[in-house]
């Protein structure tokens, strides 16, 4: 069973769960539901999840016509898994855009730089209004 | 605190209810299909020609959200599985359950030819267990009855399961455990009837429900002789 991990700033901040609360409650809903069968899935496989570039993946649903995808990768124990940020693709281009870029550098800040922190992936039971108005 | 106590939690949210609904036919269908596709060794490009439909379609249809799903298309794939589908109104809880207990990677449900043949099995097994019971001599019945406890130690487990539920049960149908209690039987009796049955060649899928309800029929006569009073007569018979 893979166990999920956020990632978080330097600050503290969980930037998953933040994410989390800016996209629509359908999204969410869909995103709690694919982790939860994504931990039982022994193999991941295409299209709910693909292999990007240095071992980083990207985790992958539609809603709202908008394709979603969180990006990760491996951690520590081969069940664990990292999740590092929250974006949307549209026609090759990440929201934001150097989302790739900034997985890659909060990966290598963790590994390498001690800077931010990782907890245990738990999805928000609520969004507060001011945090869904981020969005 | 427990994954379904946290869904629960966030289920306390209406909006989130709805959608959690909707998560369920968008992220659930797709690996479910997946799954029934994968089990039957099958390309996309063969499940499109069993349901009348384009490839495209089908890959579609097996990514989270990239597909609406109506009625007619589930009863066309149900057709082309040939599974049963099941559409009911339920509680939360129910669905949350289902969604705690959905696992891709065990998620097997029998086309009515397995299902057809795995009945078969179950009546050849307790043939098979009839005419173990009917060698009837005393080495026999001394032998089947410590058969029976050892058996019953293996499948201790698993015996609290509904027979109607088997398919369904998490515990019947992890196929670990399911192979565990195959061998378990099969190590211990390797040439007795279910042994058999193994050797024949039955296709591994219709065992564990051939295996429970035969075990069963065994338990029952082994510790409760006097409900089968053919076999237990037959046996004093032979004893004497």
Known sequence: ?135 | MSTRARKIARLKNKAYRDAFIGSQISVGLPFQIRALREQRGWKQSRLAMEAGMLQPRISAMESPGAAKFNLETLRRLASAFDVALMVRFVPFSELVDWSERFDPDKFNIPSFKDEQASEESVRQAEAAVEAYVAIGHEAARAALGNWAQQLEAATQPFLTTPTANIWASPEISATGKQRKWLSAVQGQYPTGPYGRLVESGAPFSVLPLALYQGVSNVLEKATIPAKNQAATGLLSAQAA
């Open chain 1, 1 to 135: 069973m893979t166990r999920f991990l956020d990632y978080k700033s330097p600050a503290g901040n969980n930037l998953i769960a933040e994410w989390y609360c800016r996209i629509s409650v359908e999204a969410r809903a869909m995103f709690d539901d694919l982790l939860d069968v994504l931990s039982k899935k022994a193999i991941w496989s295409y299209p709910d999840f693909k292999r990007l570039d240095d071992g980083l993946g990207e985790i992958r649903w539609k809603c709202d016509k908008k394709q979603y995808r969180v990006i990760g990768c491996s951690w520590k124990e081969p069940q664990g898994y990292l999740l590092l940020i929250g974006c949307t693709h549209k026609q090759d281009i990440y929201d934001p855009p150097d989302a790739i870029g900034t997985a890659d550098k909060r990966r290598r800040g963790l590994q390498f730089e001690r800077k931010g922190g990782i907890c245990e992936h738990q999805s928000p039971e609520d969004c507060t209004p001011e945090e869904q108005s981020l969005s």
